[in-house]
């Protein structure tokens, strides 16, 4: 909930979605967890939470 208030304030915060998704993940919710790194690529997407967004979203895509 605090990250989804981060991102109300600026909606360009790549480092928020990121940790969004990453929550999103841990409960379960893959598809949010997606959209959520799926936004941190948009957002910066040559920064290294990129690189790690895009691991995310391989990883999840697979089922692993």
């Known amino acids: ?5 981060a991102v ?3 909606s360009d915060y790549a480092e928020a979605y990121y940790k969004m998704g990453f929550a ?7 598809a ?13 997407p ?3 939470l990129a690189a790690l967004a895009r691991h995310h979203i391989h990883r999840l895509r697979k089922g692993e």
Do not use: F, N, W
């Not at 909930?1 to 208030?5: H, L």
């Not at 949010?32 to 910066?44: D, F, L, Q, S």
């Open 1 to 5: 909930a605090a990250y989804e208030k």
């Open 46 to 48: 040559d920064g290294q």
């Open 8 to 10: 109300v304030g600026d």
């Open 32 to 44: 949010e967890a997606i959209t959520a790194y799926e936004k941190v690529i948009t957002i910066a």
């Open 24 to 30: 999103h993940d841990e409960l379960g919710r893959y």
